[in-house]
T-cell receptor, first 114, second 115 residues
Framework: AQSVTQLGSHVSVSEGALVLLRCNYS??????LFWYVQYPNQGLQLLLK??????LVKGINGFEAEFKKSETSFHLTKPSAHMSDAAEYFC????????????FGSGTQLTVLP | EAGVAQSPRYKIIEKRQSVAFWCNPI?????LYWYQQILGQGPKLLIQ????????DSQLPKDRFSAERLKGVDSTLKIQPAKLEDSAVYLC?????????????FGPGTRLTVL
């Protein structure tokens, strides 16, 4: 079964600093890859996804992620953090070619310091 | 476009009581999902519907949880009887396609506290 590992349950950055949230998956066959963001008392919102094609994926709010097959990784980055980026971020994977569901990581809480 | 609607937003019950949650997906979305999100964890799929049929309920505790999606639109998730470990946020999501590449749109969730 697929598994997703998010390194660091809590990450703190200063406003204006680089944001790097790490995600690794377990499958030997590259799955579909997703990043979701969850603000307090709200549902999850899709930031970006990788299904095929270009390995650098751009999403909303200035975030991007790069699929690296050799490292089985899909890390999320943003060049300059904003206070409004403070939220919980979830990496998720889904097997290709089936109706399989999303498997989520345990999440990373991002704090942005003034 | 209206998003996924869920009600109630919050619910507090005693253990062994029953509770029901309602979800109205985005119009035209054939696939509907129920997730359980325990504090400090990622969401875990409980059940997936395609129209009004069940695609995957392998992680649904069927001795106490049940779900239905009548007429392929709204859905209800029920817990009877509730246990302390059922305290969690229950998220509903919908998508246009059942395949793994489809984007799932999430509702705001129902926060359940079992005392």
């Amino acid at each position: 079964a697929q598994s997703v590992t998010q390194l660091g349950s809590h990450v703190s950055v200063s406003e204006g600093a680089l944001v790097l949230l790490r995600c690794n998956y377990s499958s030997s066959v590259p799955p579909y890859l997703f990043w979701y963001v969850q603000y307090p008392n709200q549902g999850l919102q899709l930031l970006l996804k990788y299904t095929t094609g270009a390995t650098l994926v751009k999403g909303i709010n200035g975030f991007e992620a790069e699929f690296k097959k050799s490292e089985t990784s899909f890390h999320l980055t943003k060049p300059s953090a904003h206070m409004s980026d403070a939220a919980e971020y979830f990496c998720a994977v889904s097997d290709r070619g089936s109706a399989r569901q999303l498997t989520f990581g345990s999440g990373t809480q991002l704090t942005v310091l003034p | 476009e209206a998003g996924v609607a869920q009600s109630p937003r919050y619910k507090i019950i005693e253990k062994r009581q029953s509770v029901a949650f309602w979800c109205n997906p985005i119009s035209g979305h054939a696939t509907l999902y129920w997730y359980q999100q325990i504090l400090g964890q990622g969401p875990k799929l409980l059940i997936q519907f395609q129209n009004n049929g069940v695609v995957d309920d392998s992680q649904l505790p069927k001795d106490r949880f049940s779900a239905e999606r009548l007429k392929g639109v709204d859905s209800t998730l029920k817990i009877q009887p509730a246990k302390l470990e059922d305290s969690a946020v229950y998220l509903c999501a919908s998508s246009t396609q059942a395949g793994g590449r489809g984007t799932q749109y999430f509702g705001p969730g129902t926060r359940l506290t079992v005392l």
